[in-house]
């Protein structure tokens, strides 16, 4: 078995080139932990790149079965890591044991359903309409159609999900499912943790026979550029800053030969808290929002950034048992350095703005992120103060107060797009804000009642997606089985012989798939 070299893997091989060194560290104390990586060189990404669009046909035309198959084995591969992997990945971003396990079985779990996405046939979108020769005035020919892979996919590792967003995570995993080779830039902030998890993939990958260039793993600041211009590369998926995958996205459009940039960038993920539910449960409802940005240290895509309310003795009640809360939080060490410093600049932009009062938080001091409760006045919302609209990654969040409901529906207008948004309500609320329901369908790409957004179900009917700038394309979705769409492309046969056509709209294939036409009958008989 192939062992840790820190060399990128290239064609399901160690490459030998790079001689720059990069340096895994310790989440907790900042030392060097004993892996040394080697910076890919531009070389190195063009021959991922080109081992990935060399492994393209043949991975996209084998059945659907046979990449289930090999998605199941990289399951099973990542959930056979021992102890030792789980203690890696906890010095490397300070994570807890609990978390590591729970994130692994929601990776081997999400390669798992997409696996059985491939075997049910669904994702093809097929539609048939047969020749119509007799038909006047003109005879119709027969028309198929059915969605293929669009080629290799660069995936860029996030840092805040060291295994589910990440090296097997959600946009390998989806990119995998719809036929595509994968390049993955490796996150700076957990290199030796992307290692095993690419060794497993390579394991995996030769278990199944699948095309040598299937996956491939590259290193390195600068790398990522080099990767999106690449005219191999058809897709791009990020999950990172709102710097970052902007960044990539003018890349992208820029090339000769646009490509699509799935980008998860930023997101504030407002919780309105309504007049009913804070009569009735106020305390309660403040211990458990606070709760929800403390969880995972605020380093959630979804945690709540912005808590809004109608000016009342029971807002104020809410808030002042909101500040109880942060005060008895302890800090929390994040992922790595570079998002303290982040954590850091952003508490101390929303301290230095003018209408922002911070409610409860001590200095910045140390290697931990300290927690923070702000304040904001409505107007810097009303009048488009990006302070209030830029994500502050870790455990911090602003209340912002409104009039009335007139208010209300003009702040949350006000705000830019977002992973999800979120109401906290009793029957009573739901009857009387019931046309902010709209507003927020216009926001946010998950709507949440009663509920607090930390924690995404992976399942086909999940959204984790957005309007600008939660997401670079509102019509995706990074988690659930739709995210396979994004690396899928429809393709239309117009009068081809059935030996011709892909299995899912052959007349002689038994698995025929969905018929997507409203009112015809289904052809998914088996």
Do not use: W
């Amino acid at each position: 078995m192939t062992q840790m070299t820190g060399h990128s893997f290239i064609g399901g091989q160690r490459s030998q080139q790079g001689n720059t060194l990069l340096q895994s560290l310790d989440a907790h104390t900042g030392e060097p932990l004993p892996y040394r990586f080697f910076q890919s060189t531009e070389a190195e990404v063009d021959a991922a790149a080109q081992a990935a669009a060399i492994a393209f046909t043949p991975y996209r035309q084998l059945p659907a079965e046979r990449r289930a198959q090999f998605l199941d084995a990289i399951a099973s591969e990542l959930d056979a890591l021992g102890e030792d992997f789980i203690a890696l990945v906890g010095r490397e971003t300070a994570l807890p044991a609990a978390r590591i396990q729970g994130e692994r079985a929601r990776t081997s779990g999400q390669l798992r359903l997409f696996a059985s996405v491939l075997r049910r046939g669904d994702f093809y979108g097929a539609r048939i309409d047969h020749a119509m020769p007799e038909r006047q005035p003109l005879p119709r020919v027969d028309l198929r159609q059915c969605r293929l892979g669009v080629g290799p996919v660069a995936v860029f590792g996030a840092s805040n999900f060291p295994l589910a967003f990440s090296t097997a995570g959600g946009d390998t995993a989806a990119a995998l499912a719809a036929g595509c080779p994968v390049v993955f830039k490796a996150h700076g902030g957990h290199m030796a943790t992307a290692d095993c998890v690419a060794l497993a993939i390579i394991r995996a990958a030769e278990r199944t026979a699948m095309p040598a260039g299937v996956f491939n793993m590259i290193h390195g600041a600068g790398v990522g550029a080099a990767l999106v211009k690449h005219p191999a590369i058809q897709a791009v998926g990020f999950t990172g800053s709102l710097a970052g995958g902007r960044a990539l996205c003018d890349m992208a459009a820029a090339r000769p030969q646009p490509i699509p940039v799935f980008a998860e960038m930023s997101s504030i993920n407002p919780v309105v808290v309504l007049p009913q539910a804070l009569a009735a449960r106020g305390a309660s409802i403040a211990r458990e929002l606070g709760a929800s940005v403390m969880l995972g240290a605020g380093q959630f895509c979804t945690s709540p950034g912005l808590v809004v309310g109608i000016r009342s003795p029971a807002f104020s009640a809410f808030t002042a048992a909101l500040v109880q809360f942060f005060c008895e939080q302890a800090p929390q060490t994040l992922l790595n350095a570079g998002g303290l410093d982040s954590y850091r600049h952003g508490i101390e932009r929303l301290a230095g703005t003018p209408g922002v009062t911070l409610l409860a938080g001590e200095p910045q001091a140390g290697r931990q992120a300290g927690p923070r409760l702000f304040k904001a006045d409505v107007e810097l919302l009303l009048n488009q103060d990006p302070v209030l609209q830029e994500e502050v990654f870790g455990p911090a969040t602003v209340v912002l107060e409104v009039a009335d409901e007139a208010q209300l529906a003009l702040a949350l207008n006000h705000l830019q797009g977002q992973l999800t948004a979120t109401l906290i309500a009793e029957p009573a609320d739901l009857e009387r804000f019931a046309a902010l329901v709209p507003v927020l369908e216009q926001k946010a790409g998950r709507l949440l009642i009663n509920g607090y957004p930390t924690g995404v179900e992976v399942c086909d009917a999940m959204v984790h997606g957005g309007p600008y700038p939660a997401t670079s394309d509102a019509r995706g979705t990074s988690v659930g089985t739709a995210a396979i769409d994004r690396f899928l492309r429809p393709v239309c046969y117009q009068n081809y012989p059935d030996h011709l056509l892909p299995d899912a709209l052959k007349d002689a294939n038994p698995l025929q798939i969905y018929r997507l036409v409203n009112g015809l009958p289904s052809r998914a008989a088996v």
